[in-house]
């Protein structure tokens, strides 16, 4: 026979199959379940970078890292996003699926037009030079130390053949604010300058997006202020798409999107509006939103899974315009 919650169990036949009633509800009436849905566009249409429940595992000798798992990401044209989360939490691996340094195990990875998962040998380099400009933490990794930093910024250039390189590293120099550092070694750069120079590197072949793998780390925070200062300008006077994973609540509260990653899956996205008050005073409305994904699938924060003990199970109800989330007592009630 089929356990029933006490007092909440239906009017069905006893042996049938088990129908438990939710919990009261303030709302008499119940919502159409049935209605015809809407055509709904293609995921991901119109938007420049496009996750698709991207699988990323590494393996390591007999062990499997389950790195993204079932990772969205959508990403417009011309925005500048944050991306936050615990170490380990998968942040760099979906950098370099999307940097095209590496290739998702399962899932579909679009940026402006290129099919990450498809690209041969060509367009792999042709994406790597041309659409991408990547930028480390490590301020090393960014620079060859044996050029100075306006060869370091014509060096992609030079791959590319492009004849007014030289006059292109300048200017790009001028508006990185290093115009007097062209001939400087990057070791006789400070840290933040060198972030600054390489930041003009990756900008050198106009790229559609520039990745950022916590470039402030290594950075005291006055300069990583300024350097996270560089990366908005570019973003809005170059309209460059700009995808920065941070640690630092200082950039991830300054752009207008937050995405929050959790055991290698989008879990929160907040989203920040600036309002104005009559007087010119204005303010940072912040609101923090669960991702529900395709499947319907929403991570809840820890904090509220915690706070009613949710485990295992939980009930669902439907209401007009939400849905409800109940612990299921039962499970609490067996002290389980
Ligand atoms: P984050 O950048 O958020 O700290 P990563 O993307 O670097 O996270 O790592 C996600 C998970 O994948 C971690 O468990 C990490 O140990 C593992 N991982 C990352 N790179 C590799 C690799 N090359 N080989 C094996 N495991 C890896
Ligand atoms: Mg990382």
Known sequence: MTHRAPGRSSATGSDGPEIVELPPSPTVSRPAVEHARPARPRFGEGALIVCDNLVRIYKVADLEVVALQGLDLLVGEGEMIAIVGASGSGKS??????????LPSAGRATVAGHDLTQMGRRERTFYR????????QQTARNLLSYLTAVE????PMVLDR???????ALELLDLVGLADRAGHRPERLSGGEQQRVAIA??????PAVILADEPTGELDSTTSGETFALLRQVNAELA???????????VSEQVQRTVAIRDGRTSSETLRRTE??????HQVIAEEFAVLDRAGRLQLPRSHVEALHLQNR?????EEDHVGVWPDRRDTEAGR
């Open 93 to 102: 691996t979906l950098l370099g699926i999307i940097g095209g340094l590496d």
């Open 129 to 136: 030079r041309r659409v991408v400009g990547i930028l480390w």
């Open 152 to 155: 370091n910024i014509e060096l």
């Open 162 to 168: 492009r004849a007014d390189r030289r006059r292109r």
């Open 201 to 206: 590197v990756a900008l050198a072949n106009q």
């Open 240 to 250: 460059t798409t700009v995808v920065i994973v941070t640690h630092d609540p200082l």
């Open 276 to 281: 104005f008050a009559d007087d010119g005073n």
């Open 314 to 318: 939980v009930r669902l109800r439907l």
